[in-house]
C-alpha cells in the first residue's frame, strides 16, 4: 500500500502521449499495452506478437525497478483489485536454465520473489516481485513496444498467403464453408444464402449451423440446391441454442473442423454470418492452419452481438487471411454479401493498414496483371458505432497512364454509423498502381483498416 501511494505521487506528469494508443500507457519511453485476458505465456507472447492493434510487440521488457514499480500500479487499475499478476516477458530456458526477454534484450536487472522454480515469469500486484507461474497456468499479461521504432502510421501489414509447406496446390476444385450462428433470424440466414452469388459458382459446399450446445457436424454438397434445401431443414432454432449471453460463440472450432478435414481442397473459403463473439482470443493456430491450406474466411456480423466477449478477435482472423469483417444490421446481411468475395475471391491485393486521427499514408503499389473488374472491399475499423470516422478516402493511380480511380465512404457525411464497410466494382486496366489513403477519424484510437481487391479467377 505505501508502495502503491509513493507511486501514485510520482505518476503526475507521466504522460501516455507518446503511445500510438490512447489506451497504452508510457514509461521511460516504451510503451505497455495492459491486457485484461488471462492466457497461457505462449498464447499471451502470441498476442503481443501477431494481435497487438499497434502492431508487433514483445510481452513486456522491464529494464529497471522503477518500470516493474510502476508497471505494478497501472495493473492494479487496469485489471481490478482481485488480479494478482500478469505475465512480463522473462522466461527461463528450460535447458540451458538461462534467463532471456522477450524482445532479446540482455537480463541485467531482475527483481525476483520466493517462487522462481519454473520458466515462465510474472510479476505480482501487491509487491511487484516476479515468481514464475506453470506452463498451462493462465494469467493478465502487458506487451510491451518502443514507439519510435513503431510508428504505427507507416507501419502496414501486407498479408499474404505463405508459400507452401504442403502438398495443397490452388488451382483445383473449391469448397466454400458456409456457417451461421443459430442466434440469427432464420429468415436471414436463408434470404443472405439466396441473394448471394454462390448459386452460380463453380465450387462444393460445406454448411455449418454453430453456436448450438451440441455441435453438429459440418455437411458436405457438391451443388447449391443440395445445400440450400439442407439448410431450410437446418434452420436457426431458438429452442436449440444457448440461451445465455455469456456463452462464447464456437464459430472457431467451425472452422478449425473444416480446414483440418484432409478431404477440404487447397483455396477452400469461409463465409460465416455471425451473431456472437467468441470467449476465446488466441487465433495463431488457426491463422496459420487457413494461410497454410490458401484459404480466407471472411464474416458478415451482426451489430447488435448476442454475447460472448472477444469483440476483436474474428476482425483479426479475417485481416490475417486476406478477407473482409462487414458489420451491419442482420437485416442488411442479405445485400452486404455483394461485398464479400464469392464471385471475385481470389485477392490480389490485401493491406491492413493501421490509422490513427486525421492523416494519409503510401500503401504498398498494386499490380493488376489482367484488365478486368474487380471488387474492392473496404473495412474501415473492427467495431461499430462508426461515429468517430469523418472520411476514408481509397486512391489508385499509375503517374505516368491515365489510369486512374477513387473509392470514398464518407461516413459522417451519410449519418449513420451501424455498419463498417462498403464495397465497389472497379475496372482496372493492367497496370501498377500507386495506392493511398486518406483518412480523418475523430479520435486517436488506433484502428485497423482491411483494403481488398479480389479478381474473379
Ligand atoms: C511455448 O513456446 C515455446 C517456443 O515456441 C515452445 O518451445 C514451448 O514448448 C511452448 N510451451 C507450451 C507449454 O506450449
Ligand atoms: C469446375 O471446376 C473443376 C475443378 O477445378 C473443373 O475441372 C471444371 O472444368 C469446372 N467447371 C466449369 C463449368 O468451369
Ligand atoms: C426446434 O427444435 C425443437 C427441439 O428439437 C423442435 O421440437 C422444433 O420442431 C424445432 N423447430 C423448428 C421450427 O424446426
Ligand atoms: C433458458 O434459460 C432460462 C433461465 O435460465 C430457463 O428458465 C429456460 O427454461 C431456458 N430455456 C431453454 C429452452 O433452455
Ligand atoms: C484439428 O486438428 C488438431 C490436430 O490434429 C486437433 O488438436 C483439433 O482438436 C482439431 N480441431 C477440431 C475442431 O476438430
Ligand atoms: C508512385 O510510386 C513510385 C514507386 O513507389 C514512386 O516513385 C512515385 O513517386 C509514386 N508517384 C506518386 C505520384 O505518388
Not at 256 to 262: A, G, L, Q, V
Request: proline residues 5%; hydrophobic residues 35%.
Amino acid at each position: 500500500m505505501v508502495l502503491k501511494l509513493l507511486i501514485l505521487t510520482k505518476l503526475v506528469g507521466l504522460s501516455s502521449s507518446a503511445c500510438p494508443s490512447s489506451k497504452d500507457q508510457e514509461i521511460k519511453g516504451l510503451c505497455f499495452t495492459f491486457m485484461p485476458y488471462q492466457l497461457t505465456y505462449n498464447a499471451s507472447r502470441n498476442y503481443c506478437h501477431h494481435n497487438n492493434p499497434v502492431g508487433f510487440s514483445n510481452l513486456a521488457y522491464v529494464p529497471d525497478k522503477e518500470t516493474s514499480n510502476y508497471l505494478a500500479v497501472y495493473a492494479h487499475s487496469a485489471f481490478g483489485s482481485a488480479a494478482e499478476n500478469f505475465w512480463i516477458g522473462l522466461s527461463r530456458d528450460p535447458v540451458s536454465k538461462s534467463l532471456s526477454w522477450d524482445n532479446g534484450f540482455p537480463v541485467t536487472y531482475t527483481n525476483f520473489g520466493s517462487h522462481v522454480g519454473k520458466n515462465y515469469f510474472s510479476e505480482k500486484i501487491s509487491n511487484a516481485k516476479w515468481d514464475t507461474l506453470g506452463d498451462n497456468d493462465k494469467s493478465y499479461f502487458v506487451c510491451s513496444y518502443d514507439p519510435a521504432v513503431k510508428s504505427t502510421t507507416q507501419s502496414v501489414t501486407k498479408t499474404t498467403t505463405t508459400p507452401d509447406s504442403s502438398n495443397c496446390q490452388v488451382g483445383g476444385p473449391q469448397t466454400v464453408l458456409f456457417a451461421y450462428s443459430n442466434d440469427l433470424n432464420p429468415f436471414i440466414v436463408m434470404d443472405t444464402l439466396q441473394r448471394s452469388s454462390l448459386d452460380s459458382q463453380n465450387v462444393s459446399f460445406a454448411i455449418s449451423r454453430f453456436d448450438l450446445p451440441q455441435p453438429e457436424d459440418i455437411a458436405y454438397f457438391t451443388t447449391y440446391n443440395q445445400a440450400m434445401s439442407y439448410v431450410s431443414l437446418h434452420k436457426p432454432n431458438v429452442s436449440l441454442g444457448f440461451n445465455d449471453t455469456t456463452r462464447g460463440s464456437n464459430v472457431l472450432d467451425v472452422i478449425d473442423m473444416f480446414y483440418n478435414n484432409t478431404q477440404t481442397p487447397c483455396g477452400s473459403f469461409v463465409i460465416v454470418l455471425s451473431k456472437r463473439y467468441p470467449n476465446t482470443l488466441d487465433i495463431s493456430n488457426i491463422v496459420a492452419k487457413v494461410r497454410q491450406r490458401h484459404g480466407m474466411v471472411n464474416f458478415l456480423a451482426s451489430n447488435t452481438p448476442s454475447g460472448g466477449t472477444q469483440s476483436r478477435v474474428l476482425y483479426d482472423l479475417s485481416s490475417q487471411t486476406n478477407g473482409v469483417y462487414a458489420i451491419t444490421r442482420d437485416t442488411s446481411f442479405s445485400s452486404t454479401i455483394d461485398y464479400i468475395p464469392t464471385r471475385e475471391r481470389y485477392p490480389i491485393y490485401a493491406v491492413t493498414p493501421r490509422v490513427s486521427g486525421e492523416g494519409s499514408q503510401i500503401l504498398p503499389p498494386m499490380t493488376v496483371l489482367v484488365h478486368a473488374s474487380y471488387l474492392l472491399s473496404l473495412s474501415i475499423q473492427s467495431h461499430v458505432p462508426t461515429n468517430n470516422v469523418k472520411d476514408v478516402e481509397l486512391y489508385w493511380r499509375n503517374p505516368s497512364s491515365t489510369n486512374t480511380g477513387y473509392f470514398g465512404m464518407p461516413v459522417a457525411s451519410w449519418g449513420f454509423f451501424d455498419f463498417n464497410s462498403d464495397g465497389t466494382h472497379a475496372n482496372l486496366a493492367a497496370d501498377v498502381y500507386n495506392i493511398t489513403i486518406n483518412y480523418d477519424y475523430t479520435n486517436s484510437d488506433v484502428e485497423v483498416v482491411q483494403v481488398r481487391f479480389y479478381s474473379s479467377s
